[in-house]
């Protein structure tokens, strides 16, 4: 079987090899199509529910759509559109938004038959661990095969480390995480004499483009990176092991490492000659000989091929009507959050790529790649807060790069396209308006977040920014005019709280069965806390500490009968539990009847988090104005 596998590899790079060389002849010859600017877009969404949870739903939803512009992404609950490239002038833009609006329609009609929605956001904000296993895999050989060969690359399991206002550590067995990622991928097509020069300016003005872009800052209530998904893309499918040697090995999701120089081809030898071919299907196609015989090839092979490798801009060889053509994939840009923001963030990037040429004729002449590099970092972390060092030299904010040398050099370029002026003045103005009140996607999720968070724990809070953000979305204002999202917008308590993961406390102090008991009661009297989860040495849940345990302990002794003691020596052992699923309601009847003052949260021996009283105290008085402003409203508050 092995040898089996290793016979396709071989056979599929003899293709890939093949291809290479038919791409060479063809631009050799002129035989790529030129003097044509297309554009074209793929959009990335989630399926959600009505409790504003992914829900992996795509292939029913797909079957009642039967359109070939859409199609299934890494999870279930993903799904893509593709719209058809049209030329690059006139009113493209709002020709985008209409199709896009017109698409984003029909699936949630489709989606609607099901009681499911779609939502446009780099990364969920209700999106968890427990959604990212195995049984969420889409059911497609391509993306199983790939699973496969990715994880066989690998010596352990997929580790996250992302740093930012709070710190993510995760860890999974398969690259689902991956699928936490939807984006807006806009293409633009380009004559094979400017295709050096072009990818170069997409690398350059990256930087920019992203950080009036971001959309992701919130990862599993971790307050992350302005842009997270682009250090979450990188780790989710890092192959490399780690090793001690001094050897460098590059990962597959990409900014390169400098610039273009002489041709194009250049792009195709550096990925084939770095990363290994992972799928290799059967072709019955061989491109020189459909040369010879006068007949344009799909470049199966290298197609196939350049999909494994994920550069953030990425050069694509595609067949238009029999005719071969260039193009320049801009990857960077996420999902949302509104259709109207999303076409703003392409136009700006169109406006630069047709734009640059005329101001700066040799980017890597004037700027060193790695300054470049360190630029689109910069954005990802820290979105309009970044600085970033430019092509004069100097080192500008980036909001004053964007606002003073950028936006002019986008306007032209639109107009140097014939862009009509109402649509590089509607758009255009999108990304000005949004800059100069620093208001990008990413700003309103954290101003949003912190807000609630004051009134609610996390997951409550994400429940209601996943609203928030679905019904601002459909109004279709841009997100620079939106106010933040509030508690209600996730409709009424028993919708957004209806299980206990929704209201549990996960910010926890716990003590190990072998902890001596003094400090465990030091913690109750520095935190101000009741109970005390006990977890032992590999980190299982093994009881509970209470105050009331602890008195009772200490008031059953005489003083000089104390002596130091463990906590495994007093803890509960078999305290009352539920689990994340467990409804609210259900909870706090079992915590009425057993008589207790919380609920360790558990989910296969381990602790997850906890409720208490007091947590639900806090929901009745919720509860109690939710009810009190629906009198005074008539009964006919709407969810």
């Not at 399926?47 to 739903?57: E, G, K, S, T, Y």
């Not at 640059?356 to 004037?366: F, H, K, N, T």
């Not at 309103?444 to 977040?449: G, K, N, V």
């Not at 406390?505 to 072998?514: E, N, Q």
Request: charged fraction near 25%.
């Amino acid at each position: 079987m092995r040898q089996g596998r290793l016979k396709k590899t071989e056979d599929f790079s003899r293709a890939l090899v093949r291809d290479l060389r038919a791409l060479k002849i063809m631009l050799d010859r002129g035989m790529i199509e030129t003097g044509v600017s297309r554009i074209g877009a793929e959009q990335e969404l989630y399926i959600i529910d009505n409790l504003w949870q992914p829900r992996p739903a795509v292939a029913r939803i797909l079957k009642s759509l039967s359109d070939r512009h859409f199609a299934v992404e890494l999870a279930k609950f993903n799904i893509e559109i593709n719209l058809d490239p049209e030329p690059f002038t006139g009113s493209c833009l709002s020709d985008i938004e209409n199709r896009l609006n017109e698409h984003i329609s029909k699936l949630n009609r489709a989606a609607g038959e099901y009681g499911l929605g779609t939502i446009l956001v780099g990364i969920l904000p209700t999106v968890k661990q427990s959604d990212l296993g195995p049984e969420n895999l889409i059911d497609d050989p391509r993306y199983e095969a790939l699973c496969a060969i990715l994880n066989a690359e690998r010596e352990h399991p997929y580790q996250l480390r992302i740093n930012g206002i709070d710190e993510l550590i995760a860890s999974h067995d398969t690259p689902m995480y991956e699928s936490c990622n939807t984006s807006f991928q806009v293409h633009l097509q380009v004559s094979p004499e400017n295709c050096v020069n072009l990818y170069n300016i997409s690398q350059a003005v990256a930087a920019p483009v992203l950080a009036c872009s971001t959309n992701s800052p919130l990862l599993m209530g971790k307050k992350l990176w302005s842009e997270t998904r682009i250090a979450l893309f990188q780790q989710a499918i890092d192959t490399r092991a780690g090793s001690y040697d001094s050897r460098e090995k590059s990962p597959r999701v990409t900014f390169g490492k400098g610039w273009l120089r002489d041709s194009i081809l250049d792009i195709f030898y550096d990925s084939v000659a770095r990363y290994k071919v992972l799928l290799s299907p059967d072709l019955r196609e061989n491109s020189l000989k459909m040369l010879e015989e006068g007949e344009m090839p799909h470049l199966s092979a290298l197609q196939i091929y350049n999909s494994t490798v994920w550069r953030w801009n990425r050069v694509c060889y595609g067949l238009t009507c029999g005719v071969p053509h260039l193009r320049i994939e801009n990857r960077i840009l996420p999902s949302g959050p509104t259709v109207r923001d999303e076409v703003a963030n392409a136009a700006f990037w169109l406006g630069l790529m047709n734009g640059m040429p005329e101001v700066y004729s040799e980017i890597p002449d004037l700027i060193e790649f790695d300054n470049v590099k360190e630029n689109f970092i910069n954005a990802a972390r820290v979105g309009l807060d970044a600085k970033f060092n430019w092509v004069d030299g100097k080192s500008y904010d980036a909001d004053e790069l964007v606002l003073k040398e950028l936006l002019p050099v986008s306007k032209s370029g639109l107009r140097s396209a014939r862009v009509s002026d109402d649509e590089i003045d509607l758009y255009l103005s999108i990304i000005e308006e949004r800059v100069r009140a620093k208001r990008t996607g990413s700003h309103w999720i954290i101003d949003s977040y912190n807000g609630l968070r004051r009134q609610a724990q996390s997951q409550e809070a994400e429940i209601a920014l996943t609203a928030g953000l679905s019904k601002r979305q459909m109004t279709g204002e841009p997100v620079h005019m939106w106010d933040n999202a509030k508690l209600e917008d996730a409709g009424k308590w028993l919708e957004r709280c209806k299980y206990v993961e929704r209201v549990m406390s996960t910010d926890l102090f716990v003590v190990t069965d072998s902890d001596i008991l003094d400090l465990a009661v030091s913690i109750i009297n520095w935190k101000h806390v009741r109970h005390i989860p006990v977890e032992n040495e590999k980190g299982s849940f093994v009881g509970l500490l209470t105050s009331g345990t602890i008195l009772n302990y200490y008031g059953s002794r005489m003083e000089e009968d104390r002596k130091p003691v463990l906590v495994r020596e007093i803890m509960i052992t078999d305290p009352v539990t539920v689990r994340p699923d467990t409804e609210t309601t259900e909870a706090i009847s079992i915590m009425k009847e057993n008589k207790v003052g919380c609920l360790p949260v558990v989910k296969d021996d381990k602790l997850v988090g906890i409720v208490t009283e007091h947590d639900f105290m806090n929901l009745s008085a919720n509860l109690l104005k939710e009810i009190s402003k629906a009198g005074m409203s008539g009964g006919d508050e709407k969810k």
